[in-house]
């Protein structure tokens, strides 16, 4: 989508589809001036009650008269003229960014000033807006012979006043670098087993590399892994004809010296469960299981868009969990590359497997943090549904820094305890510990595993799996959360 903002009186535009929020009580302003050029119209219509005032409603009018506009939508901000809650604000955009998508016109412009939500700025709104027409007007069709009918909208213009429109234009730029990097992280979430492995995943990492000067990629194919030590990486991709890959995308835009960022994805792109093997209901949406991993990689392009000053190590832990003659068995001991020793009890727990080897090779970073992003177990489905990611961290502050961002955002997340009293659950008879911790609080157990190999850094950790992809007739990678990380290192600056 193109965008462009411009200065103006609404009423005045020649534009085939103008855009205004509405009370039902009184106008605002650009409702207001094109209300008295159309000596009326709008306070007949919506005298008429045909406009449900509800936040997420909207009217599509065809004509009007005596202004140069073709169309006009109105958008329902409420009975009374009070600033919208953020929660009417979600309903109106994802009903905005619908209706420019069903739109029959190849231009639209909105008065963006009209629309006011409670304790959030222009810039706030203009960013929060952009990020949804983003993302509705998404389509991952490179598969399809036959792609459809697509939108017909190509451009959308933000009328602001002169005196906002650099507001406006810092805002636009935010929601276009984290929609387009959540929408790469999509169309690498939605690429199938067969084509999105280990391997082609390090490619994109080089590809992205040799595009920006400031991005580069070092890769760890597995010959250099075994030799790091890193068994319990390595005993996930045992069975697979795929070869495991730990990529490492080094953005160097800050300070000199300055301690890095590191955030580390969990790349399992395509999860069987290996020898405890999944069952077969919806097992295609394990290829998702590198969600983490290409999250990652929406937020190097984000912030490469952005130009963003600082340091951000964006590493991508890539295998793929298949069953073979080579697979790793239950009760399998492996030594990670920490020295630490684990019983591999299920060969399905694989996610932990690779992050923990990722997590001490990130210490020769010395990061300032390390936030992993995983797909990581279903109990988080089951304790969060598919709306808010799981948070777990040893470190207070940069959970409380990442909660916030997730808020600022939009893109929820809550935060889980963590404790010795669980991770007792993962003692192994065999081994220092074992991959899994029993039925009870699995999300939790799973983090603690980690937390055994991020000692040496404020660490997090995000369980993405149930807000990483939809199922159903919406099928598809959501790129979550690419819009909280992007804001948790915008709050960096
Ligand atoms: N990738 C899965 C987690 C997952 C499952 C995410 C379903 C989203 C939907 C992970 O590798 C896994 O299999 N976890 C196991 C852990 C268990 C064996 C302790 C799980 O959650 O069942
Ligand atoms: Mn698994
Ligand atoms: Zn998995």
Redesign the pocket.
Known sequence: MEFVVKSGAAEKQKTACLILGVHKKTLPPSATALDSLTEGYLTDLLKRDDLDFKPGHSLMLLHSRHAPVERLLLLAMGENDKPLTEAGFNKLRVNLASQLKSLNAREASIAIEDINVEGKSLHWITRQLVEAVEYAFYQFSQFKNDTGKGAVLKKLTLLADRKNAEEVKAGLAQGQAIGNGRNVARTLGNLPGNICHPTYLADEAKALAKQHAKLTTKVLNEKQMSDLGMSSLLSVSAGSEQEARLICMEFKNGKRGAKPLVLLGKGITF?T?GISLKPGAAMDEMKFDMCGAASVFGVMNAIIELDLPINVIGMVAAAE?MPSGKATRPGDIVTSMSGKTIEILNT????RLVLCDALTYAERYKPEAVIDIATLTGACVVALGHHTTGLLSNNEPLAEELLSAAKEAMDRAWQLPMGEEYTRQLDSNFADMANIGGPAAGTITAACFLAKFAEAYPWAHLDIAGTAWQSGKEKGATGRPVPMLVQYLLNKI
């Open positions: 999860d469960g969990n399905d727990a694989e996610g």
